[in-house]
């Protein structure tokens, strides 16, 4: 890549002054990230148990 | 905690990929200002690149464990970031029109006079100009790729990517 076609685009970015990402959007995407996180590790928890341990031994 | 803000971005991936998501929150903060830019300078609306920005970061975590570190990560999730955008304005059948109707009143009350001028500049760049930009400059695109993608010849999209610099060099370059 020609380094100064690169420099000169990234100045232009540089120079492009919008405010900084809102503090609330970090928490939403903290939010769905964990629950990603819990989700997975519940899947992987209900595929790690044998299945007849959800057969319902009351109505034995 | 571990002191995460020393950790290289591979390392923090590590981490983030055996299931800590205070690495994720390390990773964003170092990016998400410049992931923030490019989704602007893609779409030229500050609502649209901060929603744009919010999906890239779940989609980064959703698919972090396919970085396969032949690269760097920055080259990654600015790839990830062009393509997002891209297929965002495709999919919404995005007009030029109504986008500039949208953009008109978009610079911010604390840009000084430079960042008024880019912006104004790049509302001068049709929608295809950007997207040629933004597959070389921020996707990392090679011109015979932006020659498919865009359907024209490779020397065309040389051609098209060398104007546009000169142009941009000659209004804002220092």
């Known amino acids: ?25 970090k928490e939403k995407i903290m939010k769905a990230v964990y629950f990603l996180t819990v989700a997975k590790e519940v899947g992987a928890f209900n595929a790690s148990i044998p299945i007849t341990l959800f057969y319902d031994s009351t109505s034995e | 905690m571990p002191p995460y803000e020393h950790f290289t971005d591979n390392e923090l991936i590590d981490a983030i990929n055996q299931g800590d998501i205070h690495a994720f929150e390390t990773l964003y903060d170092r990016y998400t200002s410049k992931v923030l830019k490019r989704c602007y300078f893609i779409c030229l609306n500050l609502e649209g690149a901060r929603d744009l920005n919010q999906e890239i970061w779940v989609k980064v975590f959703l698919h972090l464990h396919t970085f396969k570190k032949e690269s760097a990560f920055s080259s990654w999730l600015y790839r990830l970031t062009t393509n997002h955008c891209l297929n965002y304005l495709k999919s919404k059948a995005y007009s030029e029109q109504s986008h500039r109707e949208l953009s008109l009143d978009e610079p911010s009350q604390e840009n000084p006079a430079a960042s008024i001028e880019v912006h104004h500049l790049l509302q001068k760049l049709s929608l295809e100009d950007r997207t040629i930009l933004a597959l070389k400059f921020l996707g990392e695109y090679s011109y015979e790729e932006i020659s498919g993608i865009c359907k024209i010849g490779v020397s065309a999209a040389k051609m098209r990517v060398s104007r546009l610099i000169a142009k941009l060099r000659e209004e804002v370059a220092p």
Do not use: A, R
């Open chain 1, 1 to 25: 890549m020609n380094e100064d076609e690169q420099q000169t685009f990234e100045y232009v970015l540089d120079t492009l002054d919008i405010p900084e990402p809102d503090p609330t959007t």
